[in-house]
C-alpha cells in the first residue's frame, strides 16, 4: 500500500470494500498483542493487523454509515472513523503503547466518535464487545445544556419518551459516569431525576449474536439497532451542540 492509502485506511476515510466478515482467527491478534505488547512484534504484525480487523472494520463502517444515511434526514453523518491503535499514554500509570481492542464509529457531524454523538460505535478486542449508539460523555457546557434541555418542559419530556421508549424495546440505557444524587439546584424528586444524574447517554445494543462478526450480514444486525437508537442520536445532536 502507498503511504497516502494507508493513512486513509488507519483514519477510517479510505474507500472500502464491501464488508465480508472478520477471519474466524482474527481474535488471536489481541491476545498475542496483549501479551507482547512492544513496538518489535507489532511492526512485524502490523499487516495482519490491517488484513483482519483495520479493513474489515472501515469496511463495516461504510456499509453501515450509508445504510444509516436516510434514517438522518437533514443531518449529515460524518465519514466513518476507526480509533488509533496506539494509546496515549502521557497522563497514563499504563504505559502499554497499544490497545488491546479496535473501536470506531459513524458520528453526527464532524466530531470523532468519541467526542460527539454517534449514529453507530462497535467496539471489538480481548476484554469487551460492544455496540451502541449516543454521546459517551457530557463535559463542560454540554453537561450544562444537557441538563438544562432536562428541565425543558417540551425538551425534557421528548427526550424522556424517546429513552422510555427504547428501555421497553429492552435497550440498555447507560452513561460515562451517572451521580448519586440529582445536581443542584434540581429538585431531587424532579420528573427525570434519573437522567439529570447521568454525565452521558448511550443505548448500548444487545449483545451480538454468536458468529456474526464472521458474517456480511453484521452489517444489516447493527444497521437495524442503529435505526432504532436514531430519535436519540438525532435529539442530542440537535440539542446540545
Known sequence: MTKAAKAAVRTGTATATAFGGFDRKAMQFWHELAAEMNREWFLENKER???????????????????????????????????RINRDIRFSKDKSPYKTWIGGGVSLGERKPNEGVTALYVHFGVDAEFSGAGQYVFVGDTLTRWRRKLD??????????????????????????????VPRPYAADHPRADLLRMKGLVIGFPAIPRGLIHRPELVGWLVGHAKAAAPLATWLYRNLR
Open 49 to 83: 493487523y490491517e488484513t483482519q480487523w483495520l479493513r474489515p472494520m472501515t469496511a463495516l463502517l461504510a456499509g453501515a454509515s450509508a445504510r444509516l444515511a436516510p434514517a438522518y434526514r437533514g443531518v449529515k453523518l460524518g465519514a466513518p472513523r476507526v480509533m
Open 152 to 181: 425543558d418542559k417540551v425538551k425534557g419530556p421528548e427526550i424522556a419518551k424517546i429513552v422510555a421508549g427504547l428501555r421497553k424495546a429492552k435497550y440498555q440505557v447507560t452513561a460515562y459516569d451517572e451521580l448519586v444524587r
